[in-house]
């Protein structure tokens, strides 16, 4: 009787120690992440932009760059747009004037975006036009009309517009940052576009 008692002891005993060692283990985790549905980017080209009357002065030139590349980076911050890049064939096709529906779709792109400018004494007139390259057909035409110093906003604009019509989603381009910096010395505060620019020191 007492071998049989102690027997049983000696095996609650091992029980324990093993239920301890074992809970002392790190047990594998297991599990499945969900994440929302994934968002299939617009693959748009963006044509170099235009003015009819002719680059009149160099100003004119880096107007008509910076319009077009504030324009795409607007496009790319949404995260609704991949925006095509051109290879160096592609290129020296469209210096000759021999560009092709074809072309746009070689380089993988849906749409085809285009625009051009015009000076209008001080102010600007700025027509965007988007095509849809697959069907070659126009869905998208606007005219922008702004000051020459608030080019950058004119772009935008167009940039709030093309994505409003095309995904239905409205773009966050006219919102204002506000940051502390020391950059003076001291701690002072500052606002800017969300891109950065038009910076403001506010104390």
């Not at 290129?91 to 975006?113: C, E, T, V």
Request: charged letters at 20%.
């Amino acid at each position: 009787m007492m071998r049989k008692t102690a027997f049983t002891a000696f095996f609650w005993i091992l029980l324990l120690v093993n239920s301890s060692g074992l809970s002392q283990t790190r047990p594998e985790v297991g599990g499945v992440i969900t994440i929302g549905p994934s968002i299939e980017l617009l693959s748009i080209a963006v044509e170099d932009f235009r003015m009819p009357s002719g680059f009149v002065t160099p100003e004119d030139s880096m107007l008509v760059w910076d319009l077009n590349k504030v324009l795409s980076d607007d496009l790319v911050f949404s995260l609704y747009f991949n925006v095509v890049e051109a290879d160096s064939s592609f290129l020296a096709n469209f210096a000759r004037g021999k560009m092709s529906i074809d072309d746009w779709i070689y380089l993988g792109a849906q749409l085809l975006l285009s625009a051009r400018i015009e000076r209008e004494g001080d102010g600007l007139l700025f027509t965007v036009d988007v095509t849809d390259i697959f069907r070659n057909k126009n869905i998208y035409n606007r005219d922008f009309m702004g000051s020459i110093e608030r080019y950058r906003y004119l772009a935008h604009d167009a940039a709030a517009d093309i994505l409003y019509n095309l995904t239905g989603e409205e773009g966050s381009y006219f919102s204002r940052i506000v940051y502390a910096s020391d950059a003076t010395g001291n701690f002072e505060i500052y606002t800017c576009d969300f891109d950065g620019y038009a910076l403001f020191q506010i104390t």
